[in-house]
């Protein structure tokens, strides 16, 4: 089924120009060094939007990835600059998805595209993962949340 997905994603609604755009779109940011945190993160959303339907976006912190402090602070203040840019993306989005909504077809990729808003907005410190290891995160966020009410 996520190969149907894929490949619908792909075909009709030409999914691999908006993949290939925001991953273009990142590599520029890599390349002015400034803008680095934020090219990292439009890289990593670029390649869930190649393979929409096998993979998810996950903060970094999710995956106990360890992070210099300067770096972190760093990061922080290109969020903040980034804010603008990150506002016209996420209203592009939303432009997507009310067209993707338009068909039966489109409504799945309209959802994909909606549970990723996120990550168009704030794409720093966010990882490209399987699926797999994102209902692995969410079963072990699950234990922790079961413990916590139990004590």
């Known amino acids: 089924m996520r190969t149907l997905g894929n490949i619908l994603w792909h075909v009709p609604f030409l999914g691999f ?3 290939s755009l925001f991953w273009l779109t990142g590599g520029l940011f890599t390349i002015t060094v400034i803008g680095a945190p934020i090219g990292l993160g439009l890289m990593e959303y670029g390649k869930f939007l190649f393979w929409p339907f096998g993979k998810e976006m996950v903060s ?6 360890e992070q210099n402090s300067a770096w972190a602070t760093y990061a922080l203040i290109v969020r903040i600059l980034y804010f603008p840019i990150g506002l016209i993306y996420a209203i ?3 432009f997507q998805i009310i067209g993707l909504f338009i068909t039966i077809l489109g409504i799945p ?12 907005f704030n794409p720093v410190n966010k990882k490209c993962v399987s ?6 995160l969410d079963r ?3 234990i ?6 139990q004590k």
């Open 92 to 94: 592009i989005a939303i």
């Open 109 to 120: 990729m309209a959802i994909i595209v909606a549970k990723s808003i996120s990550t168009v």
């Open 131 to 136: 699926s797999a290891v994102a209902d692995e």
């Open 144 to 149: 922790q949340e079961l413990e916590a009410i």
């Open 60 to 65: 970094k912190k999710d995956l106990n990835i």
């Open 140 to 142: 072990r966020r699950g």
């Open 17 to 19: 120009i908006t993949a």
